[in-house]
């Protein structure tokens, strides 16, 4: 299957700052989605992107699909930010493969 | 809320007895994952069935196996558990390959 690697593993915030965090992909992807799990453990679908750019409220993505990653781009970053965003991707396998993880954590 | 019932949230079992998890996906869609986090190991796919038959298969054990139901509701089935089976399962589904997926709250599991 794909391979996703994430960077960096972690990321540590004062109240405010921005942030862009990286996904890099190993083959060509039909499928990529970036998700946020909350301290809770539930996990959140944030985008499904498998090329160019969306945006939402404070968080945006792109992803370069002919260059093989995707960036995930936190601005304003806010307390509630904390947790741990991954990168999942597939290339027409039907499986979803994650990455490892970004934590980021969020100081007020 | 994503629509992804799991149950049971919470669960706590001895080893070598077998427990199964259930997911009710979102009304309508029509695929079901099945994925593992424990703390080291991160996120595994086990399993994705599509319209009650198996898609594609993870790495999951022998020990452990799954269906999707007419009803398409999903369980998980673990047996011979073992202390390292503890992690937290996640259910998600989707209306098909190439859409947003969406996860449950997970299952806890913890053998002992």
């Known amino acids: 299957g794909i391979q996703v690697e994430q960077s960096p593993p972690d990321l540590i915030l004062q109240e405010g700052a921005n942030s862009t965090l990286r996904c890099n992909f190993s083959d060509s992807v039909n499928n990529l989605q970036w998700f946020h799990q909350n301290p809770w453990g539930q996990l959140i679908n944030l985008f499904y992107?498998?090329?160019g750019t969306k945006q939402n409220g404070r968080l945006s993505a792109t992803t370069v699909a002919t260059e093989r990653y995707s960036l995930l781009y936190i601005s304003s970053s806010q307390t509630t930010d904390s947790g741990v965003y991954f990168c999942a991707a597939s290339s027409n396998d039907y499986k979803l493969s994650f990455g490892a993880g970004t934590t980021v954590t969020v100081r007020a | 809320d994503s629509g992804v019932t799991q149950t049971p949230k919470h669960l706590i079992t001895a080893t070598g007895q077998r427990v199964t998890l259930r997911c009710s996906p979102r009304?309508?869609?029509?695929?079901v994952y099945w994925y593992q986090q424990s703390l080291d190991q991160g996120l595994q796919f086990l399993i994705q069935?599509?319209?009650?038959?198996?898609?594609a298969k993870g790495n999951i054990l022998e020990r452990f196996s799954a269906q999707q139901f007419p009803d398409l509701h999903s369980e998980l089935n673990l047996s011979s558990l073992e202390l390292g089976d503890s992690a937290l399962y996640f259910c998600a589904s989707t209306t098909g390959e190439g859409n947003t997926i969406y996860f449950g709250e997970g299952s806890w599991l913890t053998v002992v």
């Open positions: 992107i498998p090329s």
């Open positions: 069935y599509y319209n009650g038959e198996e898609r």
């Open positions: 009304s309508g869609d029509l695929s």
